[in-house]
């Protein structure tokens, strides 16, 4: 069996290339070259919709945590002497 190779595509390049394209969108709709009830935009709400459900799997996973977070730190020829972790709030420091 042939090996299947899956490109990694990181989450930034994944929304950079939703950008466009649902803009490419909502031209063809604005100019009348897909029906507003037809298949082919049905589909697309469906899209959206599963985008919209995975994009908030991927912020229960990666966004920020709440009351704050452990991060370990680890030291470098920079900053020898840090403390091995420190309190993060809002994960956003």
Known sequence: MAAQIVPFITRAQLL???GPRNY???RMLVHHHVEEDG???RKWKAEAAAEA???LQ???H???VDGGAWVARFPSPETPALP???RVR???Q
């Open 16 to 18: 950079a290339r939703r």
């Open 53 to 55: 459900r995975a994009d």
């Open 39 to 41: 298949p082919e935009r």
């Open 84 to 86: 091995d972790t420190r």
């Open 24 to 26: 490419g969108r909502w």
């Open 62 to 64: 990666h966004g920020k």
């Open 90 to 92: 809002g994960g956003s």
């Open 58 to 60: 991927w912020a229960k």
